[in-house]
C-alpha cells in the first residue's frame, strides 16, 4: 500500500545472496532454482514439516532422498534427465522401469495437501479466520486492500477442487492470514510483560 515501508517485490532479503551460488549465472535456469531450494525451501520448511512434525504427530512420511552421494551425482545430471516438461523424477521412473508395477511406476504425484480452503476459508472458518480477514481489520492493519482480499475469497470459493489456481488462491490468502495474524499479536496488541516493566 501507497505510503508504507515494504521491501521492493524485486529486492531479496539481507542475507539473502549469500545462498546463492556464486555460479548462478552460469547455471541451467532449472538448476539454479534447485540449487537455491537446496540452501532455502528443503531444509527451512519441507524437512521441518515432513519430518518434525510427522514424527511429532506419529504421521508416516517420505522425505526426500538425501544421501549426500545421490545429491552429488543428481547434480551433476544435465537439466533434460532432471525434468522432462512438467514430469518430475525422469531418471528415478527410468530407473524402476520393471522393478515397479507400471501403474505406479507412471502414476502421477500426489503432494500431501493440508485441506486449506475446506480448514480456514469455507463458510463455517473458525471465528478468528473471518474476523482478521473482515474489511474493517483489514483496513485498521494497513497490509492489504480490503476489496482485493474479498475478490481473492470470493474466487476461491467458487473454485474446482484440486485446480491449479485453487491452490494459488489458498496460498496467498494462507499469507494475508499469516500476517494478518502476526500483525494482531506483534504489533497491534503487542505488550511487554516481565519483572519491573
Request: hydrophobic residues 45%; aromatic residues 8%.
Amino acid at each position: 500500500r501507497a505510503g508504507r515501508r515494504v521491501r521492493p517485490p524485486g529486492e531479496a532479503p539481507e542475507g539473502f545472496g549469500a545462498l546463492v551460488p556464486d555460479n548462478v549465472a552460469q547455471l541451467h535456469p532449472l538448476d539454479a532454482g534447485l540449487a537455491l531450494e537446496l540452501e532455502s525451501r528443503l531444509p527451512s520448511w519441507i524437512l521441518v514439516i515432513s519430518d518434525r512434525c510427522a514424527m511429532a504427530n506419529g504421521v508416516e512420511a517420505r522425505v526426500p532422498f538425501l544421501d549426500h552421494r545421490l545429491i552429488e551425482l543428481t547434480c551433476q545430471l544435465p537439466p533434460a534427465l532432471k525434468m522432462r516438461c512438467f514430469k518430475e523424477k525422469a531418471v528415478l521412473r527410468a530407473a524402476m522401469r520393471g522393478a515397479l508395477p507400471e501403474s505406479i511406476r507412471r502414476r502421477r504425484k500426489r503432494p500431501f495437501m493440508t485441506p486449506i480452503r475446506e480448514g480456514f476459508f469455507a463458510p463455517d472458518a473458525p471465528d478468528y479466520v473471518r474476523a482478521l480477514l473482515e474489511p474493517r481489520r483489514l483496513e485498521e492493519a494497513g497490509l492489504f486492500e480490503p476489496a482485493v482480499v474479498q475478490r481473492l475469497l470470493s474466487e476461491l470459493a467458487s473454485a474446482p477442487a484440486g485446480h491449479f489456481r485453487t491452490h494459488q488462491l489458498e496460498f496467498v490468502l494462507m499469507l494475508v492470514l499469516g500476517t494478518q495474524l502476526f500483525h494482531e499479536l506483534f504489533v497491534a496488541n503487542f505488550r511487554v510483560e516481565g519483572p519491573g516493566i
